[in-house]
Nanobody, 123 residues
Framework: QVQLVESGGGLVQAGGSLRLSCAAS????????MGWFRQAPGKERENVAV????????YYADSVKGRFTISRDNAKNSVFLQMNSLKPEDTAIYYC????????????????WGQGTQVTVSS
């Protein structure tokens, strides 16, 4: 059974940093593209960052570009999201997801999802 487990969320002041981790099991991790998504109250889930299986392709939403960095360690079956210069509008539940599809940008192509971890940024 495939499992994705996020950790590292919490409460941080504006301008601070957090590092989210996602541990995967039950799949051949190195063959999957990985993504981070977030959902704030009353808003649709949005794509934050994605990384291809070979780390050659990355994507960042305009709202986080230059502040967030996605990375992966295939030997540890893990993907990370380093979040710097956090803003109150970054407050959301953050989800880790995996896909083996060729299109790594569309949320509908991701077939495995974690339970989410809460990130709250205070002003």
């Amino acid at each position: 059974q495939v499992q994705l487990v996020e950790s590292g969320g919490g409460l941080v002041q504006a301008g601070g940093s957090l590092r989210l981790s996602c541990a995967a099991s039950g799949l051949t991790f190195s063959t999957y593209a990985m993504g981070w998504f977030r959902q704030a109250p009353g808003k649709e889930r949005e794509n934050v960052a994605v990384i291809s299986w070979n780390r050659l392709v990355t994507y960042y939403a305009d709202s986080v570009k230059g502040r967030f960095t996605i990375s992966r360690d295939n030997a540890k079956n893990s993907v990370f999201l380093q979040m710097n210069s956090l803003k109150p509008e970054d407050t959301a539940i953050y989800y880790c997801a995996a896909t083996r599809a060729g299109n790594i940008y569309a949320p509908s192509m991701y077939n495995y999802w974690g339970q989410g971890t809460q990130v709250t940024v205070s002003s």
